[in-house]
C-alpha cells in the first residue's frame, strides 16, 4: 500500500500563487506516476497535472498538463525522494476546488481517475476573486 499526504493550499487571491506538496509513504518503489486531480463543487474530479518517475527520479521524468492549467502550473518532484510539488501561478476563480494527490503503477502516464490507484485526502484551495 502506498500512503499520500497533502499540504498546502488555502485561499488566496485571482493571480496569485500557491503551492501544493504531496508527500509518498509506504511502498513507493511500486509507483511511476504521481500527480494532480482537483473536484470543484458538483463538478466530477478532474486531471491537472502528473509526472512520471524516470532513471530513479521525479525530477528527470515527463510531465503532463490539462489545457486549462498548461503555462500556469508546474508540477515537480524531490528527485529521488518521495515528494511531489504542484506550483500553481496566475490563479484563477474557476481553479477553486479540493486539489487531489494520487499515484498509479501504471506504466503509462495516468491521466484519468480509473488509472491512479492511490489517492490522498485533499487540500482545499480557493481563489477569491
Known amino acids: 500500500q502506498v500512503q499520500l499526504v497533502e499540504s498546502g493550499g488555502g485561499l488566496v487571491q485571482a493571480g496569485g500563487s500557491v503551492r501544493l506538496s504531496c508527500a509518498a509513504s509506504g511502498r513507493t518503489f511500486s509507483l511511476h506516476s504521481m500527480g494532480w486531480f482537483r473536484q470543484a463543487p458538483g463538478k466530477e474530479r478532474e486531471f491537472v497535472a502528473t509526472?512520471?518517475?524516470?532513471?530513479?527520479?521525479?525530477?528527470?521524468?515527463?510531465?503532463y498538463y490539462a489545457d486549462s492549467v498548461k503555462g500556469r502550473f508546474t508540477i515537480s518532484g524531490d528527485g529521488a525522494g518521495n515528494t511531489v510539488y504542484l506550483q500553481m501561478n496566475s490563479l484563477k476563480p474557476e481553479d477553486t476546488a479540493v486539489y487531489y494527490c494520487?499515484?498509479?503503477?501504471?506504466?503509462?502516464?495516468?491521466?484519468?481517475?480509473?488509472?491512479?490507484?492511490?489517492w490522498g485526502q485533499g487540500t482545499q484551495v480557493t481563489v477569491s476573486s
Open positions: 509526472v512520471n518517475w524516470s532513471g530513479g527520479s521525479w525530477s528527470g521524468g515527463s510531465t
Open positions: 494520487a499515484a498509479s503503477s501504471y506504466l503509462l502516464p495516468a491521466l484519468t481517475v480509473l488509472q491512479n490507484e492511490y
